[in-house]
DNA sequence: TTCACGTGTAAGTAGATTCTTACACATGAA
DNA sequence: TTCATGTGTAAGAATCTACTTACACGTGAA
C-alpha cells in the first residue's frame, strides 16, 4: 500500500534517504526486481557493510522492505525489495507537510534578536 | 518554467535541499508570498545567516530564486520567492534519473578517485 | 577441518552539515 | 554622529554521514 500522506518528519527522513547517489543506485536496481544483500553488493561494486548501512537507511525511511529467508541449501538470505511509494513533490505540497514538522522547531523561544 | 527531467545529479541536489526540517519550513513560508531575508528570519524564528545559508543552498538547487532590489527609502532588499519545481518521485522515476547519475559520493564535488 | 558463501555489527576516520558569534559595509532618520 | 534597518561573509564548534577494516556466527560441500 502506498503512503499517501506522509508526516513532515516522515517526509523528510524519505527525502533525506533519497537524496544520496548511491541510495538512488539501489533503489534504482531494487526496482528492476528484488535482490540479497551480497548479490546487490556485488553488482553495484560496493562492500557489503556499506550496502548494509544503505538499506538500513532506506528501510527506515520505509523505501525498501527486506525480509530473512533461508535458501534451498540453508544458507540466511536477506532479500530486500523496493516498498511502493509515491511522492509528489510541489511548493504547496510541502507547504502542508511542513505542518506537521515536529524536529528543529524555530527554537524554543521567540525570534532571537540580531544586535544584543 | 517547470524543471521537467531534471539529471540525477540535480535530483540528489535538490532531494537533498529539501530533506531539512528547517529549509522545509523556508520553502513553506516563501510558497505563501515572497520576503526578504532580514524579515523572513524573524518570522521563522533563526538567525539571518543561518537563513541565509539554507537559502544559498535552496537557491543552488534551483527551488527558490532570489533578487536583489532597492526598497523605496533607498535599502537593499534580497527578495526571496519558490522556484515551480513539480517533482514526482515512484521507484521508476527514480531509476530512470540513477541512469544520469555521473557521481558516486553524496553531493559533494566530482566523481572520487579511484584508489590502487 | 577447511573453504566458500551467507548473515550482522563494532570501531575508527575523513569530510559535510548545521549553527553561533562576530565582523564589515550601506542607507535614512533622529 | 548615532541608531535602526538592510546586506554579505568568515571562523569555529558540535554533530552527522559515508566509508573502510575487522571481527563474529551460521550453513553445505570438498
Do not use: C, W
Amino acid at each position: 500500500m502506498t503512503m499517501a500522506q506522509p508526516t513532515g518528519d516522515d517526509l523528510v527522513e524519505m527525502l533525506a534517504a533519497l537524496a544520496n547517489p548511491l541510495r538512488l543506485r539501489i533503489v534504482a536496481k531494487l526496482a528492476g526486481g528484488r535482490d540479497y544483500v551480497s548479490r546487490l553488493a556485488r553488482e553495484i561494486g560496493v562492500s557489503r557493510p556499506l550496502l548494509h548501512m544503505h538499506l538500513q537507511r532506506l528501510e527506515a525511511a520505509g523505501l525498501v522492505v527486506g525480509s530473512l529467508e533461508l535458501s534451498e541449501d540453508g544458507k540466511a538470505m536477506k532479500y530486500y525489495e523496493v516498498a511502493d511509494f509515491d511522492l509528489h513533490l510541489t511548493a504547496p505540497a510541502l507547504a502542508e507537510a511542513a505542518k506537521t514538522l515536529t524536529r528543529s522547531d524555530p527554537v524554543k523561544g521567540p525570534a532571537r534578536k540580531e544586535r544584543s
